[in-house]
Nanobody, 123 residues
Framework: QVQLVESGGGLVQAGGSLRLSCAAS????????VGWFRQAPGKEREFVAA????????YYADSVKGRFTISRDNAKNTVYLQMNSLKPEDTAVYYCHADPKLRTAVAGGSDNWGQGTQVTVSS
């Protein structure tokens, strides 16, 4: 397993930007697919974006395509989520999740979760 710690959340006005970071412990970080998920109050956790082991492939929810960019630096054991053109509906707690298998990572199907970071977008 890996331990995941998110950071970078905060309060931003609509149209603004934030960059989230997900720092992982362990020497095998490059063997994990990493995804970002979010959960708004009263709603279920939903998939936002994912990036494969070496960063060669990325996946996005339709709601964030063209606005969010996921990237990773395996030398730093860190995955980033650059969020631009933020909207009030992006307000949520953002979590990162990791699994060696792509399908499990995209589904959020393992126990490798961070504690989350709050993102609040004001209108």
């Amino acid at each position: 397993q890996v331990q995941l710690v998110e950071s970078g959340g905060g309060l931003v006005q609509a149209g603004g930007s934030l960059r989230l970071s997900c720092a992982a412990s362990g020497r095998t970080f490059s063997s994990y697919v990493v995804g970002w998920f979010r959960q708004a109050p009263g709603k279920e956790r939903e998939f936002v974006a994912a990036i494969t082991w070496g960063g060669g492939n990325t996946y996005y929810a339709d709601s964030v395509k063209g606005r969010f960019t996921i990237s990773r630096d395996n030398a730093k054991n860190t995955v980033y989520l650059q969020m631009n053109s933020l909207k009030p509906e992006d307000t949520a707690v953002y979590y990162c999740h990791a699994d060696p298998k792509l399908r499990t990572a995209v589904a959020g199907g393992s126990d490798n979760w961070g504690q989350g970071t709050q993102v609040t977008v004001s209108s």
